[in-house]
Protein backbone atom coordinates (compact mmCIF):
# COMPACT_ATOMS: atom_id res chain seq x y z
CA UNK A 1 0.00 0.00 0.00
CA UNK A 2 1.04 3.74 -0.91
CA UNK A 3 1.98 5.54 2.02
CA UNK A 4 1.76 9.34 2.72
CA UNK A 5 2.95 11.12 0.16
CA UNK A 6 4.47 14.58 0.32
CA UNK A 7 6.26 16.84 -2.62
CA UNK A 8 8.34 18.03 -3.20
CA UNK A 9 10.67 16.72 -1.40
CA UNK A 10 12.83 19.58 -1.30
CA UNK A 11 12.31 23.40 -2.21
CA UNK A 12 14.66 26.69 -1.96
CA UNK A 13 13.49 29.42 -2.40
CA UNK A 14 13.65 33.08 -1.65
CA UNK A 15 12.59 35.15 0.83
CA UNK A 16 9.07 36.60 0.24
CA UNK A 17 8.23 34.05 -2.28
CA UNK A 18 5.08 31.86 -1.66
CA UNK A 19 5.55 28.20 -0.47
CA UNK A 20 3.05 25.34 -1.51
CA UNK A 21 3.51 22.25 0.23
CA UNK A 22 1.39 19.20 -0.70
CA UNK A 23 0.80 15.96 1.11
CA UNK A 24 -1.87 13.02 -0.30
CA UNK A 25 -2.69 10.74 3.10
CA UNK A 26 -3.65 7.17 3.10
CA UNK A 27 -6.83 6.26 1.85
CA UNK A 28 -9.52 5.56 4.04
CA UNK A 29 -7.70 7.99 6.67
CA UNK A 30 -9.95 9.97 8.30
CA UNK A 31 -6.96 12.43 9.90
CA UNK A 32 -4.43 14.34 8.08
CA UNK A 33 -1.70 16.47 10.60
CA UNK A 34 0.76 18.83 9.91
CA UNK A 35 3.88 19.31 11.53
CA UNK A 36 7.27 21.41 11.55
CA UNK A 37 10.60 20.04 13.01
CA UNK A 38 13.67 22.22 13.73
CA UNK A 39 16.59 21.38 16.02
CA UNK A 40 15.54 23.88 18.28
CA UNK A 41 11.93 23.65 18.69
CA UNK A 42 11.87 20.09 17.73
CA UNK A 43 8.52 18.46 16.10
CA UNK A 44 5.70 21.02 16.33
CA UNK A 45 1.67 20.78 15.74
CA UNK A 46 0.51 22.96 13.45
CA UNK A 47 -2.99 22.26 12.24
CA UNK A 48 -5.19 18.89 11.79
CA UNK A 49 -8.24 18.38 9.42
CA UNK A 50 -10.82 15.40 10.30
CA UNK A 51 -12.49 14.43 6.94
CA UNK A 52 -11.59 17.43 5.66
CA UNK A 53 -12.38 19.74 7.95
CA UNK A 54 -9.95 21.86 9.96
CA UNK A 55 -9.99 20.67 13.38
CA UNK A 56 -7.51 23.20 15.40
CA UNK A 57 -5.01 25.35 13.86
CA UNK A 58 -3.80 26.47 17.65
CA UNK A 59 0.11 25.53 16.16
CA UNK A 60 -0.25 27.96 12.72
CA UNK A 61 2.87 30.28 13.86
CA UNK A 62 0.98 33.32 12.10
CA UNK A 63 -1.23 34.40 9.50
CA UNK A 64 1.34 33.73 6.79
CA UNK A 65 0.64 30.06 7.10
CA UNK A 66 -2.56 28.25 5.90
CA UNK A 67 -3.82 24.92 4.73
CA UNK A 68 -6.65 23.36 2.87
CA UNK A 69 -7.81 19.90 2.36
CA UNK A 70 -10.36 20.36 -0.28
CA UNK A 71 -10.84 16.63 -0.54
CA UNK A 72 -9.80 13.46 1.53
CA UNK A 73 -6.94 12.56 -0.87
CA UNK A 74 -5.56 16.02 -1.07
CA UNK A 75 -4.10 18.87 1.34
CA UNK A 76 -2.12 22.22 1.39
CA UNK A 77 0.09 24.12 3.19
CA UNK A 78 0.75 27.53 2.36
CA UNK A 79 3.44 30.19 3.15
CA UNK A 80 3.11 33.84 1.79
CA UNK A 81 4.92 35.76 1.99
CA UNK A 82 8.13 33.49 2.95
CA UNK A 83 10.87 34.09 5.71
CA UNK A 84 14.15 32.54 6.24
CA UNK A 85 13.08 31.52 10.01
CA UNK A 86 10.33 29.10 8.35
CA UNK A 87 13.25 27.18 7.08
CA UNK A 88 12.04 23.66 8.81
CA UNK A 89 11.38 19.70 7.73
CA UNK A 90 7.37 19.93 7.36
CA UNK A 91 6.46 16.77 7.81
CA UNK A 92 2.14 15.36 6.48
CA UNK A 93 0.86 12.22 8.63
CA UNK A 94 -2.60 10.44 8.41
CA UNK A 95 -4.34 8.26 10.84
CA UNK A 96 -7.82 5.87 10.62
CA UNK A 97 -10.43 7.27 12.97
CA UNK A 98 -9.45 8.60 16.75
CA UNK A 99 -8.76 7.27 19.29
CA UNK A 100 -5.84 4.50 19.85
CA UNK A 101 -4.48 4.90 15.76
CA UNK A 102 -1.36 5.30 14.83
CA UNK A 103 0.11 8.02 12.78
CA UNK A 104 1.74 7.18 9.24
CA UNK A 105 4.01 10.13 8.36
CA UNK A 106 5.26 10.95 4.32
CA UNK A 107 9.10 11.26 4.22
CA UNK A 108 8.83 15.23 4.78
CA UNK A 109 9.59 18.17 2.59
CA UNK A 110 13.19 20.02 3.25
CA UNK A 111 12.22 23.64 3.05
CA UNK A 112 15.01 26.24 3.04
CA UNK A 113 14.17 29.98 2.29
CA UNK A 114 17.44 32.30 1.78
CA UNK B 1 5.44 22.98 24.11
CA UNK B 2 6.84 19.48 24.33
CA UNK B 3 5.06 17.15 26.49
CA UNK B 4 7.74 14.31 26.72
CA UNK B 5 11.09 14.94 27.65
CA UNK B 6 13.24 11.88 26.66
CA UNK B 7 16.48 10.92 28.30
CA UNK B 8 19.24 10.71 27.47
CA UNK B 9 19.68 13.24 24.46
CA UNK B 10 22.24 10.60 22.55
CA UNK B 11 22.83 7.41 23.11
CA UNK B 12 26.04 5.18 21.57
CA UNK B 13 26.26 1.47 22.28
CA UNK B 14 27.88 -1.51 20.48
CA UNK B 15 26.00 -3.75 18.73
CA UNK B 16 24.25 -6.78 20.37
CA UNK B 17 23.88 -4.48 23.87
CA UNK B 18 20.43 -3.77 25.30
CA UNK B 19 19.11 0.32 24.71
CA UNK B 20 16.96 1.82 26.73
CA UNK B 21 15.29 5.38 26.70
CA UNK B 22 13.14 7.20 28.62
CA UNK B 23 10.06 9.70 28.51
CA UNK B 24 8.64 11.62 31.19
CA UNK B 25 5.56 13.57 30.10
CA UNK B 26 3.54 16.54 31.96
CA UNK B 27 -0.36 15.19 31.97
CA UNK B 28 -2.29 12.64 32.32
CA UNK B 29 -2.66 10.76 28.77
CA UNK B 30 -5.26 8.12 27.15
CA UNK B 31 -1.70 6.65 25.42
CA UNK B 32 1.86 6.43 24.88
CA UNK B 33 3.18 5.97 21.47
CA UNK B 34 6.87 5.22 20.61
CA UNK B 35 7.96 6.44 16.74
CA UNK B 36 11.21 6.06 15.01
CA UNK B 37 12.76 8.14 12.43
CA UNK B 38 15.85 7.61 10.15
CA UNK B 39 17.71 10.43 8.98
CA UNK B 40 16.14 12.14 6.33
CA UNK B 41 12.97 9.95 6.90
CA UNK B 42 9.96 10.44 8.25
CA UNK B 43 8.51 9.29 11.74
CA UNK B 44 7.67 5.31 11.81
CA UNK B 45 5.17 4.18 14.69
CA UNK B 46 6.80 0.97 16.38
CA UNK B 47 4.30 0.33 19.60
CA UNK B 48 1.67 2.15 21.30
CA UNK B 49 0.56 1.76 25.23
CA UNK B 50 -2.43 2.13 26.55
CA UNK B 51 -2.90 4.03 30.06
CA UNK B 52 -4.25 1.31 31.94
CA UNK B 53 -1.28 -0.90 30.34
CA UNK B 54 1.90 -1.90 32.33
CA UNK B 55 3.98 -3.55 29.96
CA UNK B 56 3.74 -4.35 26.30
CA UNK B 57 6.28 -6.49 23.99
CA UNK B 58 6.97 -6.35 20.37
CA UNK B 59 9.64 -8.18 18.89
CA UNK B 60 12.71 -6.89 20.50
CA UNK B 61 11.07 -3.98 21.53
CA UNK B 62 9.38 -3.15 25.50
CA UNK B 63 7.79 -0.45 26.13
CA UNK B 64 7.15 0.37 29.91
CA UNK B 65 4.70 2.88 31.03
CA UNK B 66 4.57 4.26 34.61
CA UNK B 67 1.06 6.69 35.41
CA UNK B 68 2.10 7.40 38.99
CA UNK B 69 5.46 9.11 37.49
CA UNK B 70 4.36 10.05 34.03
CA UNK B 71 6.81 8.17 32.50
CA UNK B 72 7.60 5.33 30.01
CA UNK B 73 10.89 3.41 28.87
CA UNK B 74 11.77 1.97 25.81
CA UNK B 75 13.91 -0.99 25.23
CA UNK B 76 15.75 -2.63 22.43
CA UNK B 77 17.82 -5.34 23.27
CA UNK B 78 20.14 -7.26 20.81
CA UNK B 79 20.47 -3.80 19.11
CA UNK B 80 21.50 -3.78 15.15
CA UNK B 81 23.21 -0.90 13.37
CA UNK B 82 19.87 -1.15 11.41
CA UNK B 83 18.21 0.47 14.76
CA UNK B 84 20.55 3.45 14.44
CA UNK B 85 17.90 6.36 14.48
CA UNK B 86 16.16 9.21 16.68
CA UNK B 87 13.72 7.96 18.80
CA UNK B 88 10.41 9.58 19.96
CA UNK B 89 7.72 9.46 22.59
CA UNK B 90 4.42 10.62 21.76
CA UNK B 91 1.83 11.40 24.45
CA UNK B 92 -2.22 11.46 23.52
CA UNK B 93 -3.95 13.30 26.00
CA UNK B 94 -7.47 14.44 25.42
CA UNK B 95 -8.48 14.71 21.71
CA UNK B 96 -6.60 13.27 18.48
CA UNK B 97 -3.31 15.30 18.84
CA UNK B 98 0.15 14.11 20.02
CA UNK B 99 2.77 15.55 20.92
CA UNK B 100 6.00 14.56 21.09
CA UNK B 101 8.87 14.32 22.80
CA UNK B 102 12.53 15.97 21.91
CA UNK B 103 13.85 12.66 21.28
CA UNK B 104 16.83 10.01 21.89
CA UNK B 105 19.63 9.84 19.00
CA UNK B 106 20.57 6.34 19.11
CA UNK B 107 23.93 5.11 17.42
CA UNK B 108 24.56 1.55 17.18
CA UNK B 109 28.45 0.82 16.71
CA UNK B 110 28.91 -2.32 14.55
Known amino acids: DAGVIQSPRHEVTEMGQEVTLRCKPI?????LFWYRQTMMRGLELLIYFNNNVPIDDSGMPEDRFSAKMPNASFSTLKIQPSEPRDSAVYFCASSEDRGYQPQHFGDGTRLSIL | SQQGEEDPQALSIQEGENATMNCSYKTSINNLQWYRQNSGRGLVHLIL?????REKHSGRLRVTLDTSKKSSSLLITASRAADTASYFC??????????FGTGTRLAVRP
Open chain 1, 27 to 31: SGHDY
Open chain 2, 49 to 53: IRSNE
Open chain 2, 90 to 99: AAQSSGDKLT
